[in-house]
């Protein structure tokens, strides 16, 4: 991406944000919030504050940050509000358009703190490296690291155990 002397995005820019990164953000909303319809609306809200703004990036990887920081922020908002009315469960129906072994998977993920759950999101799924999570997630890199090592080590015991299920569901 070209810096640019205009003072603000283009609707041109604006629809290819929209096609390039509403997917990943909804994974990662829905990876937060555990409920389609919310995280919908947060990316719409992403979407929404990107065209009230209208930010010129320096770069994609900026693009791509300064989203997916507003969609952190979004659904720190949303599960705010949920603490104050009470949480919903993982929808169903994105559950189920994975495979059995992607859906143990998914819900080992889920059982996870929710900070480690981001780092794993964004470090397996995004690609992101260390240094670059911490900077979206504003925590130093060792405490990214930590994340990740006691999130796989997690993962590991839920999934090799022979009655991961189970524990799953006593987690739930």
Known sequence: MEKRKDKYLSDGDIVRIVETYSDMLLRIALNRVK??????????????????????FESP????????????????????????????????????EYGDETYEVIDAVQTLPTQDRYAVYLYYYEGYGVKEIGH???EPEGTVSSRLSRARKKLKALLEGGNHGRQIQQRL
Not at 37 to 56: K, N, T
Not at 77 to 95: C, F, I, K, M, N
């Open 35 to 56: 409920s389609l319809p919310a995280a919908e609306d947060i990316v719409q809200m992403v979407f929404e504050r990107l065209m009230r703004r209208r930010p010129i």
């Open 61 to 96: 990887a900026h693009e791509k940050a300064w989203l997916i920081r507003v969609a952190v922020n979004l659904c720190l908002t949303d599960l705010r509000a949920q603490s104050r009315h009470g949480t919903l469960p993982l929808d169903e129906t994105v559950a189920g």
């Open 136 to 138: 979206l997630l504003k």
